[in-house]
């Protein structure tokens, strides 16, 4: 889980995007940069688990504040052992 929140430079920028129309691409860029770090935390406590892997992986949203995301990443840690015998 992480929360994220835009400068008041990044909030200009993005109301001024939305005056043209169009991808709101501040906002956009800051939701990218909250996803990747949900993802490597979700990874670290799955490696401090002793998982190998990551089933079921889901991304949830939230705003808290008028400009503060929550962003969360869930899934199942797991252990993935290859299958012995398949004759592969």
């Known amino acids: 889980m992480t929360a994220r929140t835009r400068g008041v430079l990044g909030r200009f920028i993005a109301?001024?995007?939305t005056l043209v129309g169009g991808?709101?691409?501040s906002f956009t860029e800051e939701m990218l940069k909250a996803k990747d770090e949900a993802l490597k935390r979700a990874v670290e406590q799955a490696k401090a688990l002793g998982a190998n892997a990551i089933i079921g992986l889901d991304f949830e949203t939230s705003e808290v504040f008028a400009s503060v995301?929550?962003?969360?990443?869930?899934?199942t840690a797991v252990v993935v052992v290859p299958e012995s015998g398949s004759g592969r």
């Open 15 to 17: 109301s001024f995007e």
């Open 23 to 25: 991808e709101v691409a």
């Open 69 to 75: 995301v929550l962003v969360s990443a869930t899934g």
